[in-house]
T-cell receptor, first 112, second 112 residues
Framework: SQTIHQWPATLVQPVGSPLSLECTVE??????LYWYRQAAGRGLQLLFY??????ISSEVPQNLSASRPQDRQFILSSKKLLLSDSGFYLC???????????FGPGTRLTVT | GQQVMQIPQYQHVQEGEDFTTYCNSS?????IQWYKQRPGGHPVFLIQ?????EVKKQKRLTFQFGEAKKNSSLHITATQTTDVGTYFC????????????FGTGTRLTIIP
């Protein structure tokens, strides 16, 4: 069966510090991978989408970047965090050709 | 761009009462999905509807896809405390890839 891991679960970072969040998927090959951000009590905003290694689509202009160095690894980064980067970051995967998405447990980021 | 709206935004019901959330898309959808997010948790895929007018049931949950494939509903019969959470609908955002546009969500709280 497939599983998706995200770490860390929670993170408190000062403004201006760098960020690296990691997501890995097990039990499947060549998945679509997604990064979402969810503000408190709000909906899901798609940040990045990847169909394969090194292939990243950015959905909104922002202070963040994403990379996919391996087939089942997806990394969200920032060089300098802003207060507005606070939120709940969710990684998700889907099979190629299918729409159902499966989410990781998420990372709660607080920028102070 | 495509918009997916849900109403109501919040719903408080007495335990045992029924609950319905409605989802409306600005564009015709090839399919629609529903997800549930428990408080503090991550979205979990519930179901996908594909056919015009399709109705699917999962125990006390009934999902319906509109005839025009632009709207959908989720009805819960005799709510229980385990139904607490936010329910999101989601539809494909562009033809040819597997990105989703998530609805605004309906947060359900249960009064015991």
């Amino acid at each position: 069966s497939q599983t998706i891991h995200q770490w860390p679960a929670t993170l408190v970072q000062p403004v201006g510090s760098p960020l690296s969040l990691e997501c890995t998927v097990e039990g499947t090959s060549n998945p679509n991978l997604y990064w979402y951000r969810q503000a408190a009590g709000r909906g899901l905003q798609l940040l990045f989408y990847s169909v394969g290694i090194g292939q990243i689509s950015s959905e909104v202009p922002q202070n963040l970047s994403a990379s996919r160095p391996q087939d089942r690894q997806f990394i969200l980064s920032s060089k300098k965090l802003l207060l507005s980067d606070s939120g709940f970051y969710l990684c998700a995967w889907s099979l190629q050709g299918f729409y159902e998405q499966y989410f990781g447990p998420g990372t709660r980021l607080t920028v102070t | 761009g495509q918009q997916v709206m849900q109403i109501p935004q919040y719903q408080h019901v007495q335990e045992g009462e029924d609950f319905t959330t409605y989802c409306n898309s600005s564009t015709t959808l090839s399919n629609i999905q529903w997800y549930k997010q428990r408080p503090g948790g991550h979205p979990v895929f519930l179901i996908q509807l594909v056919k015009s007018g399709e109705v699917k049931k999962q125990k006390r949950l009934t999902f319906q896809f509109g005839e025009a494939k632009k709207n959908s509903s989720l009805h819960i019969t005799a709510t229980q405390t385990t139904d607490v959470g936010t329910y999101f609908c989601a539809g494909p955002s562009n033809f040819g890839n597997e990105k989703l546009t998530f609805g605004t969500g309906t947060r359900l709280t249960i009064i015991p």
